[in-house]
């Protein structure tokens, strides 16, 4: 008998328990240990299935998944479950996911504590289930809650299973109680939903669901795998579910499971670097941001929305109004869209205040500046909230580029100095870089960390270099994009090329969306220490003194009419391309989308092995969280560095080896870093 499932007997009901913390996962030991538990089942009326902890099961083991598949396996556990003599009670608490909702398929009954979630999100990593999942479930809630289970990753409530018929009970009070009464008047047992039929359903709701899932899934495979695995169950039972665990066992060794398996361990490896493992996290509750621009206003609603106490600083009354008014409209959008109750919205008010007096800032227990990207302007906020707060406060810089020690230099106590590094909208987007300055103390790094998780963000540890770690790669990957387009290709092809490589948007595109003044300005405050000999194509320079600045302006790469966020080509702009290659005696020349994929991608592999080899990162991990995180890279690829590693390093690095004998002094090709 396995130590992680128990047995207890009290008279005619068999109490079964998995303890197996922390989320009761279906490794092999509790896989045999339920196989063992229902061999010892023998005249009782009824079986109880529970767990210890927070949670019932919440998935399987993915450590498994890697090697070959041990016995027992889940399936014949979820059968034997059902095919028990004594009928099975499934009493769920926490989370009902993947392997272990398919064992509470198998039990003839389902009672749930309120608020348990129930989901199969085999799908979010790349897989189908394997123990039935997309054959019983839709024997039981129908199929088109079952695809969206299924293919969506759609998370149910207690009370919407509950309407779908998928559970019997919700219990609002001792579940074992509950069981035991249930025992005394053990219903007739219903008919294992392995012999059920699956009820009718429309003949196009096959048509339609996979319609609405090629519109998200931005070239994931996986959906459209359980949409094909849940087909099978119109079959019997005996020839769809064997063909599920086939599929799913295939489907572990695939490409896209790897790298969605890859970005689920990494954002838990990235969550505790080297640095903050002996350390301890101040509390805070109240912070000051200054700055009430659209990052400071986003930065201000992510505390809030936190529960934190923020106070933001601007220069005049003027922009003391402006930002209230920013803030107040960032809460009514959340209320509007869902994320927050309206009873929440008077609340996060009375947490937010707006000043123009630094001596507000006194009693913060952090200070996050977000103004314009100006050293003077940054050094002279730093300088007023010293003045005001506490001599431990900790002060944070927002700066995308800016060599944070400039910033702090001379500020009292370095060691309370970090950057941390939002993304717009930061209310929003999850990536938060955390930046360790030579000076910064371990405690405040984990408490950029422990405040970062308190507002859902991925945090990654960076090293200073100009530009992080995302913007220093975004770099390179817009600037091998102008080389393409010096050397034969237009800003719509690369934008297409990449969009069908799965990213949500292409350079000149997101370019456009962004706006290109800052990274014009950062152009111009590098020149003087841009490397001698390393190409440089300035078109988008040009595009900017022509007040071609993207969306807002109504032109950019490409020209937008009246009202309209469609990007149109624009003749002006691809003739000013070919103008430039002609006068530069360049030969311009046809790539293709792979062509073009390649190179952008070998691009940023290599720059993110710099980035490790040089320390700025602390694993590759953390590269790809950057770039899954704050700039749109498909999860369903896990990263540029993960990329790398599937297509192989040596590969990678011929064609960046190509790359760069095409614009001769302007690469360093990295060595291979570890864990590559």
Request: aromatic letters at 6%; proline letters at 5%; glycine letters at 10%.
């Amino acid at each position: 008998m396995s130590g992680v499932v128990s047995v207890t007997f009290e008279d005619d009901i068999a109490w079964v328990r998995i303890d197996n913390p922390p989320v009761n996962a279906t490794s092999v030991s509790v896989r045999q240990g339920l196989l063992d538990a229902v061999e010892k089942l023998h005249g009782q009326k009824l079986a109880v299935l529970d767990c210890a902890g927070k949670t019932f099961v919440a998935g399987g083991d993915m450590s498994e998944f890697d090697h070959a598949p041990a016995e027992p396996h889940l399936p014949d556990v979820v059968q034997a479950i059902e095919n028990s003599e004594t009928p099975f009670l499934a009493l769920m608490h926490g989370n009902v996911l993947g392997g272990g909702l398919e064992m509470a398929l198998g039990c003839a009954w389902r009672f749930a504590a309120k608020g348990t979630r129930f989901g199969l999100p085999e799908v979010n990593v790349g897989l189908i289930p394997g123990a039935g999942g997309t054959q019983r479930l839709p024997r039981l809630v129908g199929m088109s809650d079952a695809i969206d289970i299924a293919c969506m990753g759609k998370v149910m409530s207690a009370d919407e299973m509950r309407a779908l018929g998928g559970i019997d009970e919700i219990l609002d009070g001792d579940a074992k109680e509950a069981a035991r009464a249930f025992a005394r008047n053990l219903p007739k047992r219903p008919v294992a939903l392995s012999l059920r039929d699956v009820p009718a359903f429309s003949a196009t709701l096959f048509e339609e669901k996979e319609a609405a899932l090629g519109k998200r899934s931005k070239g994931q495979q996986s959906p459209f795998e359980n949409l094909r695995a849940l087909k099978w169950a119109t079959e019997p039972f005996a020839t769809g579910q064997p063909k599920e665990r086939k599929r799913h066992l295939e489907l572990r060794q695939s490409p896209e499971s790897r790298a969605l398996r890859h970005a689920f361990f990494s954002e838990r490896l990235v969550a505790r670097p080297a640095v903050i493992r002996n350390a301890t996290a101040r509390d805070i509750s109240h912070i000051a941001v200054v700055g009430g621009g659209l990052m400071g206003a986003g930065i201000a609603m992510a505390c809030l929305g936190g529960g934190m106490t923020v106070t933001l600083i601007e220069r005049d009354q003027d922009a003391v109004n402006t930002a209230l008014e920013r803030v107040a409209g960032l809460i009514d959008g959340a209320v509007k869209r869902g994320k927050i109750a309206k009873a929440e919205k008077a609340e996060m008010l009375e947490r937010f205040t707006a000043t123009s007096d630094y001596a507000d800032s006194a009693g913060c227990d952090l200070a996050i500046e977000a103004v314009f990207e100006d050293l003077a302007v940054k050094q002279a906020v730093f300088k007023s909230l010293s003045a005001q707060m506490g001599a431990d406060a900790i002060l944070a810089t927002n700066t995308s580029y800016i060599d944070p020690r400039q910033i702090f230099d001379g500020i009292p106590n370095p060691g309370r100095c970090l950057g941390l590094h939002f993304f717009s909208p930061a209310h929003v987007m999850k990536l938060l870089e955390i930046v360790k300055m030579p000076d910064t103390d371990p405690s405040v790094l984990a408490t950029g960390f422990a405040l970062g998780k308190r507002l859902r963000k991925v945090s990654v540890l960076s090293g200073i270099c100009d530009g992080f770690i995302g913007n220093r790669m975004l770099a390179a990957y817009r600037r091998e994009a102008d080389y393409l387009l010096a050397d034969g290709a237009q800003p719509h092809q690369v934008d297409a090329a990449m969009r069908e490589f799965g990213m949500p948007m292409g350079p000149y595109e997101l370019q456009d969306l962004t706006g290109l003044q800052i990274a014009w300005a950062n152009r111009k405050r590098q020149s003087a220490t841009r490397p001698v000999g390393q190409r440089y194509i300035p078109i988008a320079d040009q595009l900017c003194e022509l007040e071609r600045f993207g969306q807002r302006s109504g032109r950019g790469w490409y020209e937008y009419t009246q009202g309209n966020r469609t990007a149109g080509r624009d003749p002006e702009v691809e003739a000013l391309i070919e103008t430039y290659s002609q006068e530069n005696g360049i030969v311009r020349r046809r790539f293709t989308d792979t062509d073009i994929a390649e190179r952008l991608m070998a691009v940023l592999a290599n720059e993110g092995a710099l980035i490790v080899n040089e320390g700025i990162a602390e694993n590759t991990a953390s590269v790809d969280m950057v770039k899954l995180h704050g700039y749109g890279f498909p999860r369903w690829r896990g990263g540029p560095m993960q990329y790398a590693r599937e297509i192989g390093w040596t590969r990678m690095t011929d064609i960046m080896a190509q790359v760069a004998s095409e614009s001769p002094g302007s690469w360093i090709i990295a060595d291979r870093p570890d864990g590559m």
